[in-house]
């Protein structure tokens, strides 16, 4: 036998982190990023950027996600990133530079720091556990989410429920559980976008797939997010003309010309000044048409964030401080800008902007020429509900975070196990 054979002793780092210890705690820290960092048990602080226990242990979560990519980490795949992974690395440095420039270089840092962690931390755990487990990991814990925000309204019925800073009355009817009702949305979205990627990937047989979709959806609706019934509603007509037979395409897309050709018929009759108003308003929470006009405000929050990008094009006001930006000016003191391009350049300026923008219009490409179900359906998450909402890019990182983080690698991961 080989002498360098017997004299050769593992590293310790492999020896510490064998199967099953590091798929453990790969599922621990996926837990921890898609549900208690998405979680929220205090009274929501808008503007505050104290570093009570709640932030402390999402920060935590997102260091270890840090620490456990640099200890398996394959470096030597560095030279086989993809488009849209060297874009978002060079979003991520630039974000870094940024953040020397920001209102509040210390916070901005940080943010960057915990950012870039869970990026890396998405390449390393979707390969390290496999796209199948992965998947399935995660639906496993967005679906314990759902559920633990049924129970958490029925123990404490006001948590998240209303913000009186941001939230009009008529928000406090809307279901929240253990985030802001637009946060719980966002995730019953993602819920229902995994869904259907496991189920049509065979990861999940559509007899066990299809209850839980109806129990998602009918979360989402109790939210009262337009935004994310649309972007769900999006995602549920990609799979099915994507997956489903020709009949049911058919079916499909007839009923929907039927219905939108009577729908168009029926406004076209009936229309005036007076009858629109009162059709908005009634679709409205407030009950006032402006409401829907304005995209609840947004359409002056965006007008206003515009203005500000003008005054700090280059470098913006730091990646994560945009909350403070917009809270020291705007009425609305939101904690970003209610659409996920605006809020990247206002943060990391017109080049990181575009930086994100190319991503974007790299993976939207890539859904046509290279068509792969599981990042194609977050794309279509991420566009639809970053119109109107911030999915991306918070100063911790959440759940739409890392599983858009892990659709970046996933076609190049993909391609290697094949």
Known sequence: ???????????????????????????????????????????????????????????????????????????????????????????????FLCALKSVNVSYSLTCCTVLFCMFVFADCVSRRFGQRAFVLTSLVVLYLFLLCCWIASLVMPGLNAFDPLIDSVADSKRFAGLSHPNGTAAIAAATIGLTFVASNSGYLKWKWGAPLVIFAFGTLYLTGSRTWLFASLLVTAYATMRHFGLLTKLTVGSLCVVLGAALCLFLLSTWNASSADKALAGISRSGNSEEIYSLTGRSDLWAFVIKKIGSSPIFGYGYGCQRFVIGDEHYWPTRHAHNVLLNATLGTGLIGGALLAGVFLCQFFRMFVDRTDFPDT???????????ENPLFNPLPGALTLLFFVSLFWRENQAKVE
Do not use: H
């Open 378 to 388: 977050i794309l279509l998450l991420i566009l639809a509900g970053g119109f109107s």
């Open 1 to 95: 036998m080989d002498p360098c054979v017997l004299d050769s002793k593992p590293n310790w780092i492999q020896v510490v982190l064998q199967k099953p210890l590091y798929i453990i705690t790969g599922a621990l820290l996926i837990f921890g990023a898609l549900f208690l960092n998405e979680a929220n048990f205090r009274a929501s602080e808008v503007l505050s950027a104290a570093a009570d226990w709640q932030t402390l242990c999402k920060l935590g979560i997102c260091m270890a996600c840090g620490i456990y990519s640099i200890l398996l980490y394959d470096y030597g795949r560095l030279k086989n990133l993809g488009v849209p992974a060297i874009g978002m690395t060079m979003f991520c440095l630039w974000a």
